[in-house]
């Protein structure tokens, strides 16, 4: 998704150059066009079946980029109502069936046991302690053979996981990470 004044525009699969609509909220920075793309040449640029979590959404940029190249079910989870009413207009717009915007806080929905997922994103607002709070919980969420992408401000070790591939751009340091269990 391209950056403009609050839209981002989608950049591969089936909503490719659609433009959508992000809220003007203070830390809500979608993922940079180059790390999104290099992130999705590392999972497939095809997610055909795939269930997809897309945690602290915001934009919702991951999550839309995983519908649109074919993942059978995304869910968005964002704790913000606006940003979430924003989500739902945005999942309207593209009459994407296979997405569904819950508001609510992660850890609540991680702890709620809602079944696992192939691939999870987890870009928590940059200066909370958020990450830390939710990473334990991660792994019963995720399928065996599953991957998480998580961004951060800095740079950081993942005890318990396995460290797949890592991406700097700007401020963002991308990780993609499976269960050290699965490799």
């Known amino acids: 998704m391209t950056q403009q004044r609050n839209k981002v525009r989608i950049i591969g699969g089936q909503y490719r150059r659609r433009l959508l609509d992000v809220p003007a909220v203070d ?10 793309e290099t992130l999705f040449n590392w999972l497939g640029q095809e997610l ?8 602290f959404a915001g934009s919702g940029a991951l999550g ?3 519908a649109s190249r074919g993942a059978r079910e995304v869910v968005l989870v964002e704790k ?3 940003v979430a009413d924003t989500l739902r207009r945005n999942v309207q ?9 819950l508001n609510q806080d992660a850890s609540t929905y991680l702890r709620s046991g809602q079944g696992q997922f192939d691939v999870i994103f987890v870009d928590p607002p940059y200066a909370s302690e958020l ?8 792994s019963a969420r995720l399928a065996a053979d ?20 890592t991406i700097r751009a700007g401020l963002v340091h991308g990780y993609l990470l ?3 269990s699965s490799i």
């Open 93 to 101: 717009l593209l009459g994407a069936t296979q997405m569904q915007v």
């Open 27 to 36: 830390g809500l920075r979608p993922t940079p066009d180059r790390v999104r």
């Open 131 to 138: 990450l830390d709070q939710v990473l334990p919980d991660l």
């Open 48 to 55: 055909d079946g795939l269930r997809c979590l897309d945690l």
């Open 178 to 180: 499976a269960r050290e």
């Open 80 to 82: 913000v109502r606006n």
């Open 64 to 66: 839309f980029e995983a």
């Open 146 to 165: 599953g991957r998480l992408y998580v961004e951060t401000a800095v740079a950081r070790d993942f005890a318990g996981w396995e460290v797949l591939r």
